[in-house]
T-cell receptor, first 113, second 115 residues
Framework: KQEVTQIPAALSVPEGENLVLNCSFT??????LQWFRQDPGKGLTSLLL?????REQTSGRLNASLDKSSGRSTLYIAASQPGDSATYLC????????????FGQGTRLTINP | NAGVMQNPRHLVRRRGQEARLRCSPM?????VYWYRQLPEEGLKFMVY????????ESGMPKERFSAEFPKEGPSILRIQQVVRGDSAAYFC?????????????FGPGTRLTVL
């Protein structure tokens, strides 16, 4: 059974810092891994999707890496801003069965001005 | 090209009533997934449907919950005789084809509150 863990559960940093969010998964049989952002009471915003054959994806100040063999992904946020404050969710798409997404519990990020 | 649409966005029901949540996938998408997010928890898979077929309902509670995706119209998630523990955000996602490499696109969610 696939399990996804995100560390830390919460993170508070001053504005301008570079930071790393971690995601680990137990089964390497995945199609892809996706990072989402969720603001309080809102829906999901897809940030980056990394296919299983890829090592990383970049979008603006965001960079996500994937090491499928070790079951790890990191989301790197450069020059953090208060507007980056949100919960960040990691999800893997499993190969078995319904090809569903399995989500981590999220990292709640606060950027202090 | 409209994204995934869900309605209503907010739904309030009293215990024992029925809740009907609707999801219209992106144009051209014939695969729909439902996920539930309980308060302070991550999203959990509920059911995967293709047009007129339930493919995998392994995440659905055994009683009171049902889902359909008819040939015409939106996908419906139906919760009968709601209880307080059903209060959650329900998200729908759609994808283009059967390949797992296809991205799932999410709707804005329906927030169900049971009084």
């Amino acid at each position: 059974k696939q399990e996804v863990t995100q560390i830390p559960a919460a993170l508070s940093v001053p504005e301008g810092e570079n930071l790393v969010l971690n995601c680990s998964f137990t089964d390497s049989a995945i199609y892809n891994l996706q990072w989402f952002r969720q603001d309080p009471g809102k829906g999901l915003t897809s940030l980056l999707l990394i296919q299983s054959s890829q090592r990383e994806q970049t979008s603006g100040r965001l960079n996500a890496s994937l090491d499928k063999s070790s079951g790890r992904s990191t989301l790197y946020i450069a020059a953090s801003q208060p507007g980056d404050s949100a919960t960040y969710l990691c999800a893997v798409r499993v190969i078995q069965g319904a090809q569903k997404l399995v989500f981590g519990q999220g990292t709640r990020l606060t950027i202090n001005p | 090209n409209a994204g995934v649409m869900q309605n209503p966005r907010h739904l309030v029901r009293r215990r024992g009533q029925e809740a009907r949540l609707r999801c219209s996938p992106m144009k051209g998408h014939s695969h729909v997934y439902w996920y539930r997010q309980l308060p302070e928890e991550g999203l959990k898979f509920m059911v995967y449907l293709q047009k007129e077929n339930i493919i995998d309902e392994s995440g659905m509670p055994k009683e009171r919950f049902s889902a359909e995706f008819p040939k015409e119209g939106p996908s419906i998630l139906r919760i009968q005789q709601v209880v307080r523990g059903d209060s959650a955000a329900y998200f729908c996602a759609s994808s283009l084809g059967t390949s797992g490499y296809n991205e799932q696109f999410f709707g804005p969610g329906t927030r169900l509150t049971v009084l």
